[in-house]
């Protein structure tokens, strides 16, 4: 029950046409053809270039979030240091807070996160923050030096996670 079918096929033969073309012809195909060619490289330039910046900027928006992301963790760890620091100063011998402030500093050093000096520094408004001005403990002292601190000031990089709280000389 099997249906046969038959197909013919014809065969189709192409003679080869050549065509002349004049030389003014030739030329101004030429030129036509090199100016879309042009054109062509000019967009794949343009595109290619659109491309590598649209990766730079995704890359930077990465880094960006992701630093914004560890900023904003580490200013929320700043207080346990503070209290570590604040319990640190009440019990100076207490191995338990040393030993935890030491491992938050190692933390903070792996993240990035660095300590602003300020004790015997000059005031930089961009670092510290004068909550008090005293007389100068000595003659020695220059005005506006940093006698105390009252709140550690941290940097993340090149950003101020916090400026310190200091108390400066007159």
Not at 25 to 48: F, G, H, P, T, W
Not at 98 to 103: I, P
Not at 114 to 129: A, D, T
């Amino acid at each position: 029950m099997e249906d046969k079918k038959e197909v013919n096929i014809e065969t189709v033969s192409v003679e080869e046409e050549k065509i002349e073309l004049s030389n003014d012809k030739q030329s101004e195909i030429i030129e036509q053809l090199n100016s879309k060619i042009a054109e062509l490289n000019d967009k794949y330039l343009r595109v290619a270039a659109e491309l590598e910046n649209t990766r730079r900027r995704a890359s930077l928006d990465i880094e960006s979030v992701s630093r914004n992301r560890a900023m904003s963790v580490a200013q929320k760890i700043l207080p346990v240091m503070d209290a570590v620091q604040a319990a640190l100063k009440l019990s100076p011998d207490d191995e338990g807070i040393k030993t935890m402030e030491h491992a938050i500093q190692n933390a903070f050093a792996q993240i990035g996160i660095v300590k602003i000096e300020s004790v015997g520094q000059i005031l930089n408004p961009q670092f510290h923050n004068a909550i008090q001005m005293v007389d100068k403990p000595d003659e020695n002292t220059p005005t506006n030096t940093i006698i105390d601190e009252m709140q550690t000031g941290y940097m993340f990089g090149d950003t101020v996670l916090r400026t310190s709280m200091v108390v400066v000389s007159k």
